[in-house]
Nanobody, 122 residues
Framework: VQLQASGGGLVQPGGSLRLSCAAS????????IGWFRQAPGKEREGVSCISSADGTTYYADSVKGRFTISRDNAKYTVYLQMNSLKPDDTAVYYCATTGYCSRYGFPQGIDWGQGTQVTVSS
C-alpha cells in the first residue's frame, strides 16, 4: 500500500488549492481514506475522510463548508478541494488509509503517504 499526497503550495488567504492523494499497489475502491494535517507545534488533526462503500464523508468543524473531499477510483486518487483558505490552515497535509469514516469522525491512519506542505500567507 503506497499513498502519495501532492498539490500543496503557497497561497494567499482566501485562495484555493486542490490536494491529491494517489494510490499505488492496491485497489483504492476498498479503502477508506482520510486527510490529516499537522501544523508546527500542534497535534495532528483529522481533517476529512471518505468511505469506500457509500461515499460517506466527514469534515472537521474547522474546515466544514470550505473543504470538499472526493474520490475517483478509476484514477486511484482521492482529492481534497480547499477553498477560502485561512492562515490557520497552514500545515503539512497527509493522506492515509483508515478503518472507517462516519459522519461523526474517523480513527487514526493506518498506511500513510508522504505529506505535502500547505502555506497560507499574504
Amino acid at each position: 500500500v503506497q499513498l502519495q499526497a501532492s498539490g500543496g503550495g503557497l497561497v494567499q488567504p482566501g485562495g484555493s488549492l486542490r490536494l491529491s492523494c494517489a494510490a499505488s499497489g492496491f485497489t483504492l475502491d476498498y479503502y477508506v481514506i482520510g486527510w490529516f494535517r499537522q501544523a508546527p507545534g500542534k497535534e495532528r488533526e483529522g481533517v476529512s475522510c471518505i468511505s469506500s462503500a457509500d461515499g460517506t464523508t466527514y469534515y472537521a468543524d474547522s474546515v466544514k463548508g470550505r473543504f470538499t473531499i472526493s474520490r475517483d477510483n478509476a484514477k486511484y486518487t482521492v482529492y481534497l478541494q480547499m477553498n477560502s483558505l485561512k492562515p490557520d490552515d497552514t500545515a503539512v497535509y497527509y493522506c492515509a488509509t483508515t478503518g472507517y469514516c462516519s459522519r461523526y469522525g474517523f480513527p487514526q491512519g493506518i498506511d500513510w503517504g508522504q505529506g505535502t506542505q500547505v502555506t497560507v500567507s499574504s
